[in-house]
């Protein structure tokens, strides 16, 4: 490890561990579920890091958050309800509120500190918590989904950190399964659903559970997320049975510059509906073993 830089190193990626250059530490504390810290990089401005690990950087977090996000509402009618788990920095609540159909955002965050740490150094990502449709819960995702009755949601984003530490369950087929319970018929579900360089083996498994439970469609997606190991990430992007979804056909843009809420958000930075098309294309080897699932 060079002093003076940030490297990322996990079990989850033996054998690489990306780095950043440290201009100045800025937060450090332990939460009851994991130690928190920020700092101030050279390149990449804040970064928001998790027991070691990277869950945000102030210059590329839009390539993460628009898409988890826009993938599934951008893909059906009218969403109202919606529901994220994990993203308490806010970023997802964000882009969620870009929508104006959507009625009621309830969010479930595990940990607090991540909130009040987010409300203090990541203003533009925080924002999303000014919107008067967010309603917080401080608490695991996996109790409060067995809370929610069926067929509540018409989405659900699962912006979850990786399968080590208090995220795990949040990748084991009965979290599906309450995922697929608390959404209406032709309700969709976006989750991280990590890498196709170092995780196959993990998405494998998470499609097939999909496969099971999810009646509509299964598809995954990509994104380039150039502070996330090996620089892309996934999404698992699912609808239960009811009205179709043609996820790979966004027929609820955003795209226009017009949007009511470009004035207090800013405009979309990554997301569009050619990207949106694109992002569900693989590389022959992903598809390969995703498609035989
Ligand atoms: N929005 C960008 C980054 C994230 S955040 C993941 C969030 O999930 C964290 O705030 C974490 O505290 C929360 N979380 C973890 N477990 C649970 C749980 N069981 N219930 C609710 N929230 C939870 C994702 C970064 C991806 C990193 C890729 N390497």
Same mark, same amino acid.
């Given at each position: 490890?060079?002093?003076?830089?940030?490297?990322?190193?996990?079990?989850?990626?033996?054998?690489?561990?990306?780095? +950043?250059?440290?201009?100045?530490? !800025?937060?450090?504390?332990?939460?009851?579920?994991?130690?928190?810290?920020?700092?101030?990089?050279?390149?990449?401005?804040?970064?928001?890091? +998790?027991?070691?690990?990277?869950? +945000?950087?102030?210059?590329?977090?839009?390539? /993460? =958050?628009?898409?988890?996000?826009?993938?599934?509402?951008?893909?059906?009618?009218?969403?109202?309800?919606?529901?994220?788990?994990?993203?308490?920095?806010?970023?997802? !609540?964000?882009?969620?509120?870009?929508? $104006? $159909?959507?009625?009621?955002?309830?969010?479930?965050?595990?940990?607090?500190?991540?909130?009040?740490?987010?409300?203090?150094?990541?203003?533009?990502?925080?924002?999303? /918590?000014?919107?008067?449709?967010?309603?917080?819960?401080?608490?695991?995702?996996?109790?409060?989904?067995?809370?929610?009755?069926?067929?509540?949601?018409?989405?659900?984003?699962?912006?979850?950190?990786?399968?080590?530490?208090?995220?795990?369950?949040?990748?084991?087929?009965?979290?599906?399964?309450?995922?697929?319970?608390?959404?209406?018929?032709?309700?969709?579900?976006?989750? =991280?659903?990590?890498?196709?360089? !170092?995780?196959?083996?993990?998405?494998?498994?998470?499609?097939?559970?999909?496969? =099971?439970?999810?009646?509509?469609?299964?598809?995954?997606?990509?994104?380039?997320?150039?502070? /996330?190991?090996?620089?892309?990430?996934?999404?698992?992007?699912?609808? #239960?049975?009811?009205?179709?979804?043609?996820?790979?056909?966004?027929?609820?843009?955003?795209?226009?510059?017009?949007?009511?809420?470009?004035? #207090?958000?800013?405009?979309?930075?990554? /997301?569009? $509906?050619? !990207?949106?098309?694109?992002?569900?294309?693989?590389?022959?080897?992903?598809?390969?073993?995703?498609?035989?699932?």
């Amino acid at each position: 490890v060079l002093p003076g830089w940030f490297s990322e190193i996990s079990p989850l990626w033996p054998g690489e561990a990306h780095s +950043l250059k440290v201009e100045k530490i !800025l937060f450090q504390g332990k939460s009851d579920y994991q130690n928190v810290m920020v700092f101030q990089s050279s390149t990449y401005g804040k970064v928001l890091v +998790l027991d070691g690990v990277i869950q +945000l950087t102030e210059r590329d977090e839009c390539a /993460y =958050q628009e898409m988890i996000a826009h993938l599934p509402l951008c893909s059906i009618p009218n969403p109202k309800k919606v529901l994220v788990i994990g993203g308490g920095d806010g970023g997802v !609540l964000r882009e969620v509120s870009r929508h $104006s $159909s959507v009625e009621q955002i309830d969010i479930c965050e595990i940990d607090k500190m991540v909130v009040e740490v987010s409300k203090q150094f990541f203003p533009d990502v925080a924002v999303g /918590y000014e919107d008067p449709r967010v309603n917080l819960h401080i608490g695991d995702g996996v109790a409060f989904l067995k809370n929610v009755a069926a067929g509540t949601y018409d989405a659900v984003i699962v912006d979850s950190s990786d399968p080590i530490g208090p995220a795990q369950e949040l990748f084991e087929k009965p979290f599906f399964d309450s995922i697929a319970r608390a959404l209406r018929p032709g309700g969709v579900v976006s989750t =991280q659903a990590e890498s196709i360089w !170092l995780h196959m083996h993990i998405i494998e498994e998470i499609v097939a559970n999909c496969r =099971q439970i999810f009646k509509g469609s299964v598809n995954y997606a990509w994104t380039t997320v150039p502070t /996330y190991p090996s620089g892309m990430i996934g999404f698992m992007l699912c609808s #239960t049975e009811g009205p179709a979804v043609d996820f790979k056909n966004p027929i609820n843009p955003i795209d226009d510059d017009d949007d009511s809420h470009t004035k #207090t958000l800013g405009p979309l930075k990554f /997301y569009n $509906s050619e !990207l949106h098309k694109a992002s569900f294309c693989l590389p022959s080897f992903a598809k390969r073993v995703i498609e035989s699932k």
